[in-house]
């Protein structure tokens, strides 16, 4: 028999409680609350992702001890004004409870009615809500309580019970009086509760470096709240291929990977439903979209022949599974439906963006792109649609970029190079601590205007705002914020790789760049950019301006519009079935045109 | 926090491994190897049921220790021949593993070709197996593994996968050279394995006292084998009411009945499939069959209103629940069909015994009854069913009696009264060591005949046989064998429930007695018992011999049927509603009728 682990050589884990939101972390020997945080899906902001710069992750102490960390930046300091510590540089000692500053927690956003999703669809829920009265039996009428129930419904398309739901019945129809909410899902009576109450959806974008969540009224359509919070899966890797090959090489890494991803969707369900003071288990439908490593991922689908040539999903059509069966809180009975995947890395949520685009591509030429740490673009020319997918990495969102930060208060989004100046607009007129994906474009193109980037992309020295400490080059953009040669390869690699996939999209279609009528951006990223830096940086092709439209976050959208509507959820899965795959690898000249757009001309 | 259990103060468990069988058991600090056999499902005989007397618990200690203990019986002892050891006498000392004794081995019974169930349908199973062979994929044809599989099936119906399966396809595929057995449950792929294995059913008739496995060839519905053991649950209480009470009033005392429960069939899953060279994930289809309590303690169903009045079951309808959600062993996607409740404690098993006997009921005035430990009988009159519920107990089965025992070597099945002289004949010619239920009830109606029993059913003194040790008169069947006072009672309540539910049946109906053209008596108990003794005792009524039909485990026939064939699933689910059930205790003159079928007139 196997002796039990000697509890001793563990390495110490401690539990960080954070009471006000109600919810729990658990911190590594070396972890910070901050890390800690994240790893839960605790929304806690920080927007310069932990380097002790930004000063949105404050926390105070309540209960238990921690050891203030040494920050590598100059200016900063564990401690904050008025008690507040900031979780990146604190380190727990012991179990502890913590206070989250209201300002660093990130926000539910609850919006009554969302005009734009209420407009362009009518509800049709997947999820049917019954309020049934049942008289009490007798010894002379006694027929089992399910039987009668489902008789009551009145509705022969509805044939049986979930089994947890089943357990439920009987005691719940004797504790409300024989008079209950009844949630049918197809064929099958998927949730019961108080008559009368609001039956919720969750959509959800589980992204690789963010996951959205938007809880809905499923009667109405209407979005109440929504939330972002990052993915705590890019503790194990900040793109795809790298979290693949955790879940492939990693023993249980597939688990971690699962867990994580679960974890975060859990952690949405439960933020969202406090803030609009309902129970997870108001949630009667769930739909995830995702691209296909996160949806196989998430539903610890088998990725080893994902992730190498020739790149094989294990599925690719839409599924339903059973929300307990993937531990995703939500009532008894409820489905997560998954959207479909269209080959390779693309998945549901370029779905759920064409979905949400189709009026504007329907006609014509048009390109439609998710940028991202992936980044999917679809070719629509002449009714067909042909789609590639592309490793663009995390830099065109901040990441992995030495000062990188979130697109928040202190995060510079705008750049220009004046003569000898270097201005820096940072969100709220703050002073700069970092900068988002849409000051570090911004950066690339105006050091290519002014002629301190050659058309390799290398720093040219001359100019005074150019440094060259340790025997690197960088641009100073404010006191603490340099953009650096790394940097700027990282974003000639994401630039490449995406422009590379547009030009081999027009070949394969025989199309010319001057065709494209129009240029669908979507994505947190692509809401921000300044266009023109996009096309002085070579991102996107030289088109008039008016044919680019920055639609946001339109995966968001299509995945709420597949929850509230199951005509939706056929049209998303004629989308996925129109698409044309191509494998980029699989493509004549693929290195050629990506060399080709590595340098600026 | 709660500190966890000081282990030291828990009761200390042992662990008895049976590895001719591959099977273990725990065993507490009082329980023989017999007991702890037993509540595991390990399929050790022990006619006597543990009083020390039969011999056919037989087992050999190969390693670890056990006590000795005195037996209660005269002339047993725990030591037989060749150093074998009764395991009704042997109690563990720690873990150990022994040997059951091939003969002590209740057997799996193989049966290459089943005549009666082969010849009355056509197989149609719910499950389709198909053998399915892929193109590898490539760079430029690289969809996804599981939607080209569906396509390779070429059947419209076939829309989704169970999520377990779909974990396992692309592994599968890839190890097995893109050739698999694929089996198709409805629109959903619920197994793959090796091309060409042969799909398994296993049909269980879980009854209150005993419980039948069946294992099918799916594709021929040919049994190929089958296999009894004791319902472990009746360590819990040996009827029904016990055991509801159980589960209502002691804390986990539902989970503790739908572990014995889920126990058994996993038992007989096991050592069905060992008997025919499978694996319980070679069954890729369940059916189970029980009164509504054993239906509502499988699936963990509340039974709180079932065991008071107006005692109403949670479900009627028939349940499709995937095995795994259950805890029963089976491929990966499995199902288990439950079949549809009549009412009250009427169940499944009644309705598989009217599926399995409709051509002999289906024309004139029949009564078809389930003669176990609880009794179920139903009257077809003018193309209506309706259908009463006894609680007839363990009596007649063997069960509570003083010297009862199951139907096996030694037990007494037939007693003759002449004169001075009592003859006993036990099973197998062997010297008599019990009563088994056909001897119960032989006794009794030879008591009567003979004088030894009054009116009221007191034993009467006067004839030699009849002692009265301790003041309690019993009859001497044998030198270990006494018929008790208290076993006449248990038969007196037995057949005043099963009697007085025909009277009012009938009555209900307005059928007279001698108008009933056919009586099918189903059970293990049924099968074997003299009908004449039967009517003899007032069990049923007197009508001509050849009016009698003993069916045997017609249940067993019946769930068998419905494993087989989706058309005879809709055919069982048509006679469960055609029944009406009638619940005995709303009935005027309830009470009465009972006791006037208490005596003997």
Known sequence: MPHPPDVSLLPARHRVRFASIDRDAECGEHDTIFQGARRAGVRIVGACGGRGVCGTCAVRVAEGEVELLQPTAPHARARLANGWLRACLARPLGDCTVEISPRSLAPVARAEVDGRAGAVFRPAPAVRVHTIALAPPTLEASHADADRLL?????????????????????????????????????????????????????????????????????????????????????????????????????????????????????????????????????????????????????????????????????????????????????????????????????????????????????????????????????VHGGEITTVSCPSGPALEGGHISCGMRAAEGAIERVRIRGDSVEAQAIGDAAPVGLCGSGVLDAVAEMRRAGVLDLRGRILAGHPAVREPDGRRELVLAPDVAFTQDDVRAVQLAKAAVRSGIDLLLREAAVAEAAIDRVLIAGAFGAYIDVSSAIASGLVPELPRERFTQVGNAAGVGVRMVLASVALRERARGIASRCRYLELGSLPGFQKAFLRRIGFD
Chains 1, 2 share one sequence.
């Open 151 to 379: 008789r009551a419904l009145a509705d022969p398309r509805v044939r049986r019970f979930d089994l947890a739901v089943l357990r439920e019945l009987s005691g719940r129809l004797r504790a409300a009086g024989w008079r209950l909410g009844v949630c049918v899902h197809d064929d099958e009576v998927i949730a019961i509760g108080e008559a009368g109450r609001r039956a919720l959806g969750l959509a959800v974008d589980l992204g690789t470096t963010n996951v959205a969540g938007f809880l809905l009224d499923l009667q109405t359509g209407t979005r109440l709240a929504s939330l972002g919070i990052e993915n705590p899966q890019a503790a194990f890797g900040a793109d795809l291929v790298s979290r693949v090959n955790h879940a492939v090489r990693t023993t249980d890494g597939a688990g971690e990977l699962q867990q994580a991803a679960i974890g975060a969707i859990g952690a949405l369900a439960h933020d969202l439903c406090a803030a609009m003071s309902a129970q997870p288990q108001d949630i009667v439908d769930v739909a995830v979209c995702g691209n296909t490593a996160m949806h196989h991922l998430l539903l610890r689908l088998p990725v080893a022949q994902l992730g190498r040539a020739p790149f094989v999903p294990a599925l690719e059509a839409a599924l339903d599974a059973k929300a307990r069966d993937l531990d995703i809180p939500a009532a008894a009975g409820a489905y997560v439906h998954v959207l479909p995947n269209i080959g390779g890395f693309v998945g549901g949520d370029h779905v759920a963006t064409l979905l949400a685009t189709e009026d504007a591509w329907r006609a014509g030429t048009s390109i439609v792109m998710d940028i991202g740490t992936n980044t999917e673009i679809s070719l």
